[in-house]
């Protein structure tokens, strides 16, 4: 057994003058992009380009001037630069925590992670002790950084006070195949030194000295059960280079392709032939077989410069319209190559629907005087809101298809950051709002398909068959996963 000692920032050292405290703070900059970037590509080849985005999104916030900026104020205020790390950081995290999106406050345990990493390496203090191999890690939370760490050292578990199912560092532990339980109260105090361990990850159970039967359930204990059989699992994924890890996992389509991701790290959007190239590899790849393009999610917790960053999803593209249109026509054209559909991201009104099926319409007409190759396609919603969830009984009328999405909905449901969202007690209203979707699409003839990592837990697979719903998607490894049983 390892125990990961909380982060001390408290200590700075001792402020020397402007100029010096401003080459303090760019240098622990680059330091952190470079120990970024070899966590990113470690985690890449561990396990795949979506699970290791985490760390490109850590550069993209170090690189931020108005980050610099507050750093740069503190500094000529007489603060040290670890101080004004540290004063600007948490004024970040104030500042998500008024938010009203959970799946913005779930983003701050990132801050911290990156305040602590910039901090450590300000103060030189960048050597952890490295647990053996083997061993299981007990702490009080563990962030992304430490599990790309601990994945290093070839750790056999990991045990955290804080955190959840969908935290950033259970994907990723998940990812990394490495069995963790979060959300265990006063592990710290339950688990000594030398204590034998024995981690379920997908039960949520810890138990210490098995001989004794002593057991400390996580919030999530009771998550248990084997996955449902006689599923059908289609991959989520973020470009056509990850097209090879669906195929090898045995995913029977693409359930979500995030187009997102072409359009960040970026100075301006794709155009649409970099686009129908992009769609039309992913189409081309599986056939007959359903291919979900999602339109652009950008937004909540992704932004790009060229976009305003105060909407999201569908209601971003209806308001940027030669941006969206672009788009619409890449996915037509590639659907003359496949079986593809559209999905319509965050939609909480019918008349978003309704404006969103319009213009692919007029796209449709404008590729036709073009004399171009183009298929017209089922055009879907992803019910991720509880207002969308009170009117899925009226979007199912013009909606072809329903994919639910977990992870943005049981946050919003529940009001709960999402790395907070463990266990089965709180499940009820979100089980409750699951029914009523499938029961509306049922009604209009339409199919749902579940997705998002929320859903990869047995026990959640399991309550959502019994609603009704047998289609799932997630990430390739989760697909293998659940098809090993």
């Known amino acids: 057994m390892h125990y990961v000692p909380e982060r001390s920032t408290g200590l700075f050292s001792e402020y020397t003058d402007a100029e010096t405290e401003r080459k303090k703070f760019k240098q622990a900059v680059f330091a952190f992009e470079v120990k970024t970037a070899c966590y990113f590509n470690s985690v890449k080849a561990l396990a795949d380009k979506k699970t290791a985005d985490v760390f490109s999104g850590y550069n993209a916030i170090v690189n931020d001037p108005v980050l610099e900026e507050s750093v740069f104020n503190e500094i000529d205020y007489g603060k040290s630069a670890a101080a004004a790390v540290e004063l600007s950081f948490n004024r970040i995290c104030e500042k998500l925590k008024l938010a009203e999106s959970p799946l913005i406050q779930s983003r701050i345990s990132d801050f911290l992670d990156i305040k602590n990493s910039l901090i450590s390496i300000i103060n030189n203090d960048t050597n952890p002790v490295e647990p053996a191999s083997g061993s299981v890690v007990v702490a009080k939370e563990l962030f992304p950084s430490d599990i790309s760490f601990l994945q290093s050292c ?3 578990a990991a045990v955290a006070e804080r955190g959840g199912y969908t935290s950033h560092s259970a994907i990723l532990l998940r990812a990394l195949g490495i069995p963790a339980v979060f959300g265990v109260c006063n592990a710290l105090k339950a688990i000594k030194k030398g204590d034998m361990l024995l981690v379920n990850g997908e039960k949520g159970e810890v138990v210490i000295n098995p001989e004794k039967a002593q057991i400390v359930c996580s919030c999530s204990a009771k998550n ?14 973020s470009s056509a280079k990850e097209v090879t890890d669906a195929l090898n996992c045995g995913a029977e389509g693409i359930g979500l392709f995030r187009s997102e991701y072409l359009f960040l790290n970026r100075a301006y959007p794709p155009s649409e032939e970099e686009q129908i190239y992009e769609y039309s590899a992913i189409a081309k790849a599986f056939g007959e077989k359903e291919t979900v393009l999602r339109t652009l999610d950008i937004g909540g917790d992704k932004s790009v410069s060229y976009l305003p960053d105060n909407e999201r999803g569908i209601r971003l593209c209806l308001n940027n319209p030669e941006i969206f249109k672009a788009q619409l026509r890449a996915m037509l054209c590639a659907a003359a190559l496949g ?12 008349e978003e ?4 099926k319009m213009l692919i319409n007029e796209c449709c007409t404008e590729l036709e005087k073009e004399k ?10 992803m019910i991720e809101t509880p207002s ?14 329903f994919s639910v999405g977990t992870n943005d909905l049981f946050s919003l449901v529940m009001a709960m950051e999402r790395s907070l969202i463990t266990g089965t007690e709180m499940y009820e ?9 499938n029961e509306n699409a049922n009604k209009n003839g339409i199919p749902v398909t579940v997705c998002g990592e929320a859903a990869e837990n047995p026990f959640i697979m399991q309550k959502i068959c019994e609603i009704g719903i047998n289609t799932f998607s997630h990430n390739p490894i989760a697909v293998k996963k659940i098809k090993a049983g």
């Open 388 to 401: 969308a969830v009170f009117i899925s009984d009226l979007l199912a009328e013009n909606a072809d298809f």
């Open 372 to 381: 171009r190759a183009f298929r017209r396609v089922p055009v879907g919603v």
């Open 353 to 356: 629907l309704e404006r969103a």
């Open 224 to 237: 248990t059960g084997t996955y449902p059989e006689n599923v059908k699992l289609l991959a989520n994924i």
């Open 339 to 350: 079986n593809v559909k559209i999905l319509l991201p965050f939609v909480t009104k019918t």
């Open 429 to 437: 209203s979100v089980f409750r709002a699951v029914r009523i979707i």
């Open 154 to 156: 070839n750790v056999a």
